[in-house]
Structures are given as structure tokens and as C-alpha cells.
């Protein structure tokens, strides 16, 4: 694996538009399981992107390898609903296809989850049957298996939800 040459940064709010792209690439790849099709300028939109610079609880991540946009990472914090405490969350996570199955997207998720101690819950569509697979075990292999799972519909989407605590 090549980890010495993968980073992963803070977005500016500066390069914003360059999330942008790379979210068109990431709502592509994602349309075989949500059925959205691009609007009539040819793209998806996807309507959250300025949520990362206005709102303190969620936090955008380049993944850059060798310095070239390798994909990214959205995070978010949040208290539930009928929750007392927040948890941590992978909003988006996309890695591009010419750096997938090179161990990138393990290493990442380990690393996003060092930056922020605490309760997780990562959730993945239950069809997309690759992401769930990959979720599993990045997260057994972080925690050593000490993680819990559930299958629910929420958001539209039949998921899998994994939980764990990296507080220690």
C-alpha cells in the first residue's frame, strides 16, 4: 500500500467547486442504487455542499494521493433524535475508481476516525453491497470487532447501520 503518499486535508471554502465536481463523480457512481437522474444542465446537484462551510457539524475532507484529488470525506456530528449526546458520522464518502482496492479507503476511514474520538454510527444502503462489505470490515479491523450492526430503513434507503466508540 502506498500510504505514505495519501493525505487527507481540510477543504477550503475556496475549493468548494472542486467538491463539487467530485460529487457529481460520487452521485454518478451512487445512482445505481438511488435512481436519481442528472437535471437539465446534465448534473445531480447535490444541494448540501455549502452545509460544510455554514455549519459548525460537519467537516469536508479531501483524500489526495501523491497531491491529486483521490476522492473525499464528509463528516458530520449531530445529536439524534431522542439521543442525549452526538455521535460522529460519515456523511459521503467516495473514493475514485483508479484508487479503489488499493487499501485507500481503509487507511482514510481509520484516520478520519482517530481526528474524531467518540461514538460513531456509519450507515451504508443495503443493496450497495460492496460499500457494505468494505464498511465491515474497515471498522472491524479498527475496533477489533467491538462494533454493532442494524439493518432499518431510514432516508429513503433500506440500511445498515454500524456503531462503535473510539472514545479510549
Known amino acids: 500500500m502506498i500510504e505514505h503518499a495519501i493525505a487527507i486535508e481540510s477543504i477550503p471554502v475556496k475549493h468548494k467547486s472542486v467538491l463539487r465536481q467530485l460529487m457529481e463523480l460520487y452521485d454518478y457512481d451512487f445512482s445505481e442504487y438511488s435512481g436519481t437522474d442528472v437535471n437539465e444542465h446534465g448534473l445531480y446537484g447535490y444541494g448540501r455542499v455549502d452545509h460544510y462551510w455554514t455549519a459548525e457539524s460537519r467537516i469536508p475532507y479531501f483524500i489526495k494521493v501523491y497531491g491529486k484529488h483521490a476522492g473525499f470525506v464528509l ?54 453491497d460492496i460499500s457494505r462489505v468494505f464498511w465491515e470490515r474497515a471498522i472491524s479491523d479498527y475496533t477489533g470487532g467491538a462494533y ?17 466508540d473510539n472514545t479510549h
Open 75 to 128: 463528516v458530520g456530528h449531530y445529536v439524534p433524535e431522542g439521543a442525549t449526546s452526538a455521535i460522529w458520522t460519515i456523511n459521503e464518502f467516495f473514493v475514485m475508481r483508479k484508487y479503489r482496492r488499493q487499501g485507500i479507503g481503509t487507511w482514510v476511514a481509520h484516520r478520519v476516525f482517530d481526528r474524531h474520538r467518540g461514538a460513531w454510527e456509519v450507515s451504508q444502503v443495503w443493496s450497495n
Open 148 to 164: 454493532e450492526k442494524r439493518r432499518q430503513f431510514a432516508d429513503g434507503f433500506d440500511r445498515q447501520f454500524i456503531t462503535f
